[in-house]
């Protein structure tokens, strides 16, 4: 089992910065991809981001494309997200999850309870 704990949501203006930070305890993150979903109020969660187990396959979805960046830190057990020029449509609650390389929400056997973002115009 892994469980999965996120932080550094909050209330940012537009064209501001965020850190996510998604820390594992349990089974070694390094086992899974982990990726970052998010779902904003009325909509499906969608997909964000993901990176492999050894970082050697990243992929972002579209609308974050260049502006977020996913990374890992093994030793650390950590994920983090670092979301740059945020859009008020970005504001969702985000979720980390660990699982199964991909852009699907069911490959993803483990799931955090999620952190809020809040992007003002």
């Known amino acids: 089992q892994v469980q999965l704990a996120e932080s550094g949501g909050g209330l940012v203006q537009a064209e501001g910065s965020l850190k996510l930070s998604c820390a594992a305890s349990?089974?070694?993150?390094?086992?899974?991809?982990t990726g970052w979903f998010r779902q904003a109020p009325g909509k499906e969660r969608e997909f964000v981001a993901v990176?492999?187990?050894?970082?050697?396959?990243?992929s972002y979805a579209d609308s974050v494309k260049g502006r977020f960046t996913i990374s890992r830190d093994n030793a650390r057990n950590t994920v983090t997200l670092q979301m740059n020029s945020l859009k008020p449509e970005d504001t969702a609650v985000y979720y980390c999850a660990a699982g199964r390389y991909g852009t699907w929400s069911y490959g993803y056997n483990y799931w955090g309870q999620g952190t809020q973002v809040t992007v003002s115009s």
């Open positions: 349990g089974r070694t993150l390094s086992s899974y991809a």
């Open positions: 990176i492999s187990w050894n970082s050697g396959s990243i």
